[in-house]
């Protein structure tokens, strides 16, 4: 659906002379404080109705209009008791009436959406970024600008969620509904995590990562995404270099999250099950 927002915001994009011209001021600046409230998203869910698959559609345009915003904000100091910042991008307030639950020393920009429900542990929260209901970002997880981070997720200790402005047309690391990751993840270059998947303790993926399901009696591989309720643990393969065979990195699926009516103890099986660490 094409935003009233969107054609200004295009323009100015390819125009930056006009840049500090107030209509373009005024729309960059609603397109953040949209973002701000989650009333636009920089990627949204779009279910196909015949089939029911669902495909994530980026919002490029918003994506310009964060990266137009810096230019437009000047550096101030920001005091908070004994602490103090100096940046272009003030901080995200209001936590009491949002609904949601922060604990010192959490920290979330202006422009980052947090949903009503969600908890932030000692973290960080970029602009731009989607955190939905229910989900805990744990103490020192991060949340890069634009990531997607859907409902009653658990990003655990030092989980690092890329972030990405440009380029432009890049998608932004999505994790959907009900997934768990576990201890010092890293998720970079617009992976894509499938709804109540779980992965264990130090698993990476990028947009090169393979990602090997291995339950079969023939692998089967992916890159940048993980299918629905896989249960994932860091693995590796041989590779062969000039200077002999080496051992790269990679992503293990070793089996799936079973159906429940109640995901957290459906969770906690799958843990138990394959001796997944968190």
């Known amino acids: 659906m094409h935003h009233p927002l ?11 002379a006009e840049l500090h011209e107030n209509e373009a001021c005024m729309a960059i600046r609603e397109v953040i404080a949209l973002l701000d409230r989650g009333a636009i998203r920089v990627a949204e869910p779009v279910e196909d109705h015949k089939t029911g ?4 559609r980026v919002n490029e345009w918003i994506k310009k209009a964060v990266v137009l915003y810096f230019p437009l904000q000047d ?4 005091e908070v008791g004994p602490f ?10 209001g936590y009491q009436a ?9 920290i979330a920009r202006y422009g980052a959406f947090i949903a009503p429900g969600a908890i932030l542990m000692p973290s960080y929260v970029n602009i731009g970024a989607y955190v939905d209901a229910g989900t805990m970002v744990d103490t020192w997880a991060t949340v890069g600008s634009c990531a997607q981070i859907g409902r009653n997720v658990h990003l655990s200790g030092g989980v690092g969620i890329g972030g990405v402005l440009e380029p432009i047309q890049d998608a932004p690391v999505i994790v959907e509904d009900h997934c768990f990751i576990g201890s010092r993840c890293i998720l970079v270059e617009g992976a894509r ?5 779980v992965l264990g303790a130090n698993v990476v993926i990028t947009r090169s990562t393979r990602i090997i399901d291995v339950t079969g009696d023939e692998p089967l591989e992916w890159k940048g995404y993980v299918p629905p309720r896989s249960v994932v643990i860091p693995g590796s393969y041989t590779k062969q270099f000039p200077a002999g065979d080496f051992q790269v990195s990679c992503a293990l699926i ?25």
Do not use: C, Y
């Not at 995590?193 to 998947?197: V, Y």
């Not at 103890?265 to 968190?278: D, G, H, K, M, P």
């Open 98 to 106: 949002l609904g949601v639950r922060v604990v010192p020393h959490a």
């Open 53 to 56: 698959v669902v495909e994530w």
């Open 193 to 197: 995590i499938g709804r109540e998947a």
């Open 254 to 278: 070793i089996g799936k999250r079973k159906e429940s009516t109640d995901r957290k103890t459906s969770l906690n099986e799958a843990l138990r099950e394959f001796n997944v660490q968190i």
């Open 6 to 16: 969107q054609e200004i915001i295009e323009h100015v994009w390819e125009h930056r």
């Open 75 to 78: 550096m101030v100091v920001t």
């Open 84 to 93: 103090e910042f100096h940046d272009k991008i003030g901080l995200k307030k």
